[in-house]
DNA sequence: AGATTGATGTGCT
DNA sequence: GCACATCAATCTA
């Protein structure tokens, strides 16, 4: 399968989410190479969306998701977790695709011993643990990953049961179903609530 | 300069 | 359901 291009990131971001479902993901670390399917997405964009952290306008943190589309966007949360996001729709206007699930394809013992966990729906589940399992953190913040050969994404077939939700763990733009996901799959975050209240959509 | 606040995950109850 | 680990950016003054 081909890398994603910049013109695929370079759009209108819920649509970026919803297609990079079924696309894999590659963490390119020395020799080993690890791979997953996304699974789970959530779509962030500027001025008009008060979840997103490019809200308030560009600041430090902020900066790349106003810049070229096409990067990776990794910040820090909770003094624990790191989470990837990557950048979307045209230059000075913010948008971002936040990763939160995917299905371990290669390099499975490698993010088993990252994450110190065996169960294999539980090493990517959760934006954090999707970092953790694949050795991302804040040095590939601002990272090409159109160029890139440290991390970048490879296109997929394009999933056929997608459901939508709210995005988790937000309190703003509740109606805003910018949350999707692959329905059923056991490597998807959430609890029965935020995936009960979802809809098929696609 | 100091305080506040998370786009979270885990383990215990 | 709830406590807690623990840090960087942003906010407040």
Aim: glycine share 10%; hydrophobic share 35%; with cysteine.
């Amino acid at each position: 399968m081909a890398r994603l291009t910049r013109s695929f990131f370079a759009r209108y971001t819920p649509e970026v989410a919803r297609e990079l479902l079924g696309c894999t993901i590659v963490r390119r670390l020395g020799d080993t190479e690890l791979t997953g399917r996304i699974v789970e997405v959530e779509a962030y964009r500027g001025a008009d969306d008060p979840a997103s952290h490019a809200y308030r306008g560009i600041t430090k943190r902020t900066r790349v998701m106003f810049e070229e589309a096409g990067h990776a966007y990794v910040y820090f949360t909770m003094g624990v977790h790191y989470c990837l996001n990557l950048t979307t729709e045209s230059v000075g206007e913010a948008g971002a695709v936040l990763i939160r699930a995917a299905e371990p394809l290669q390099g499975i013992d490698e993010m088993r011993r990252r994450r110190g966990v065996q169960d294999l729906a539980r090493i990517a589940r959760g934006p954090g643990n999707l970092t953790r399992a694949m050795g991302i953190d804040l040095r590939l913040n601002g990272e090409d990953v159109v160029r890139s050969m440290e991390l970048f994404v490879l296109a997929g077939e394009q999933e056929k049961s997608i459901a939508t939700s709210a995005r988790i763990g937000i309190s703003s733009a509740q109606d805003r179903m910018w949350r999707y996901y692959v329905e059923g799959s056991p490597f998807v975050s959430g609890d029965r609530t935020h995936n009960y209240r979802s809809r098929t959509a696609g």
